[in-house]
Structures are given as structure tokens and as C-alpha cells.
């Protein structure tokens, strides 16, 4: 399978704790992307990487929240002292270039409950 | 206001239907992606536009550059066309999606 691959597909997590997220994008694609979506809503921008560096980062990135994509393949999403409105599926996309000219990979999300 | 709008937000249909979904969007946006979503799943790209037409299979796509607007129509409609169909405005390193319209076909 050389999709985009997300692990867990799921996570239950009390609020307070901390939660990690993996994503290892297609392994052509230099860019790599972070969405959140809650129900009834599309997904919404948190963080991009282009190679191993965050270019940019959403004002809904709270301080809580941190992303790294050390050496430009796989990226990992950090949630540090989680709370309920945490919970929502966590989306990760790559693509070779930019989406004037290029399709959205999506792997199959993350799945976060924060009871 | 948010920079995409889908319309409907919900459609049902009868199998073998012709289907419309329609995206509006605001300046700023290069390209138009059309994107699909099961239940519970993942997001599957469907189109990539940024003028003309394109078509797979039962899927058409369309964009008008000038008014802004794209549609897209599923021609002969089955069941397995039940899904999340969701708008994307591409710009850069940016998508910035409509809410989703939640197609549902009966047999």
C-alpha cells in the first residue's frame, strides 16, 4: 500500500492526558498536511511541512498542540493535556506540489475521543 | 462567511438519478478540487480543476472561472455514490473546504 497511512485509526484518552499521532505520507510527496474535522463540518487547516520544515501553522494551533516532520518523511501530531473539544478526527494529506496543480492525498484519519 | 459554499447541504435521490452538487467560492483560490467522503472514512480525491470540464467514469465535474462556481454531477446514480461529496478551494499550500453535501441514493 503506498497511500498515505495514519496510525492509530482510533484513540480513547481521558482529558489531561497527552496523545501522539502518526501520519508517513506518501513517499514522493515533499509536502505534508494536518486537518481536524469535527462532525457535520469539513476539515479545517492546522499545520503544513514542506520537507522537514513547519511553514506554516493555524491560529487554531494552540500552544497545546505541536507537530514535527524530523527528517522530511513521516510527520507526528503531539496533543499535550488533552480536553474535550479536543476530540475530532485528525486528518494528515501529502501531495507533490502545491494544490494549484496537484491532487490531496488523505490518509484515513485519526480518530480522537477525549472522555 | 466562509470562503466555499456547497449546496444542498443534504440530497437524496433515486437510484439511476442525475445528480447536481454546486461550490461558490471567493477570490483567491487557484484551483477547485472536488473531493469524496464514506462514513467514517477517509477523504478520496475526485477532481482537480481549474477550468473546463472533467470527466471519470459516472463524474463529471465543471468550473465557471469567471462566476466563480463549480459543479458536480453523477450521471446514472447507485447506491454506492452514497457518501460526503466536499468543494476545496486550492491555493498554494492551502485547501480551504465548503461544509460537505451528504448525498444519499436509494435503491
Known amino acids: 500500500d503506498t497511500g498515505v497511512s495514519q496510525d492509530p485509526r482510533h484513540k480513547i484518552t481521558k482529558r489531561g492526558q497527552n496523545v501522539t499521532f502518526r501520519c508517513d505520507p506518501i513517499s514522493e510527496h515533499n509536502r505534508l498536511y494536518w486537518y481536524r474535522q469535527t462532525l457535520g463540518q469539513g476539515p479545517e487547516f492546522l499545520t503544513y511541512f514542506q520537507n522537514e520544515a513547519q511553514l506554516e501553522k493555524s491560529r487554531l494551533l494552540s500552544d497545546r498542540f505541536s507537530a514535527e516532520r524530523p527528517k522530511g518523511s513521516f510527520s507526528t501530531l503531539e496533543i499535550q493535556r488533552t480536553e474535550q473539544g479536543d476530540s475530532a478526527m485528525y486528518l494528515c494529506a501529502s501531495s507533490p506540489f502545491s494544490f494549484e496543480n496537484t491532487e490531496a492525498f488523505f490518509g484515513q484519519g485519526t480518530r480522537l475521543t477525549v472522555v | 462567511k466562509n470562503e466555499v459554499e456547497q449546496s444542498p447541504q443534504n440530497l437524496t435521490a433515486q437510484e439511476g438519478e442525475f445528480i447536481t452538487i454546486n461550490c461558490s467560492y471567493s477570490v483567491g483560490i487557484s484551483a477547485l478540487h472536488w473531493l469524496q467522503q464514506h462514513p467514517g472514512g477517509g477523504i478520496v480525491s475526485l477532481f482537480m480543476l481549474s477550468s473546463g470540464k472533467k470527466k471519470h467514469g459516472r463524474l463529471i465535474a465543471t468550473i465557471n472561472i469567471q462566476e466563480k462556481h463549480s459543479s458536480l454531477h453523477i450521471t446514472a446514480s447507485h447506491p454506492r455514490d452514497s457518501a460526503v461529496y466536499i468543494c476545496?478551494?486550492?491555493?498554494?499550500?492551502?485547501?480551504?473546504f465548503g461544509k460537505g453535501t451528504l448525498l444519499t441514493v436509494n435503491p
Open positions: 476545496a478551494g486550492g491555493s498554494n499550500y492551502k485547501l480551504t
